[in-house]
């Protein structure tokens, strides 16, 4: 099983998650933290350090946000882990609350939204 980082994450970009990931298994985008499957071990520790609950067991992944697993697995390999906790971006408390972020996931390319 792997975990899963959903939408909430969008634009908040939170790196709490990652200090505590014994198998440096995210990976950071511009503006949305991903986990690669292949490499998350199981071991529970990120879901409980997200300040904005965007992180999930795979088999508890809400059905709104089941396309995530997918969305993960894609842009894991193409963006650069992340080891050591960074500042949030400065406008993150304004967008923790705001729902159906996914059309402003940046992906790093022309494609960025």
Same mark, same amino acid.
């Given at each position: 099983?792997?975990?899963?980082? /959903? $939408?909430?994450?969008?634009? *908040?970009?939170? /790196? +709490?998650?990652? $200090?505590? *990931?014994?198998? +440096?298994?995210?990976?950071?985008? #511009?503006?949305?933290?991903?986990?690669?499957? %292949?490499? *998350?071990? &199981? *071991? /529970?520790?990120?879901? #409980?350090?997200?300040?904005?609950?965007?992180?999930?067991?795979?088999?508890?992944?809400?059905? $709104?946000?089941?396309?995530?697993?997918?969305?993960?697995? %894609?842009?894991?390999?193409?963006?650069?882990?992340?080891?050591?906790?960074?500042?949030?971006?400065?406008?993150?408390?304004?967008?923790?609350?705001?729902?159906?972020?996914?059309?402003?996931?940046?992906?790093? &390319? &022309?494609?960025?939204?």
């Amino acid at each position: 099983m792997t975990y899963v980082v /959903t $939408e909430n994450c969008i634009k *908040c970009k939170y /790196t +709490d998650c990652v $200090e505590v *990931c014994p198998v +440096d298994c995210f990976h950071e985008g #511009p503006n949305f933290l991903v986990i690669a499957p %292949e490499e *998350c071990i &199981d *071991c /529970t520790l990120c879901e #409980p350090e997200c300040p904005v609950d965007a992180i999930f067991a795979e088999d508890e992944v809400p059905e $709104e946000f089941q396309h995530f697993l997918g969305l993960n697995a %894609e842009l894991a390999p193409q963006w650069p882990v992340i080891t050591e906790q960074k500042d949030p971006p400065p406008d993150a408390d304004e967008w923790k609350d705001v729902p159906n972020k996914l059309e402003l996931l940046d992906r790093g &390319d &022309d494609s960025a939204g």
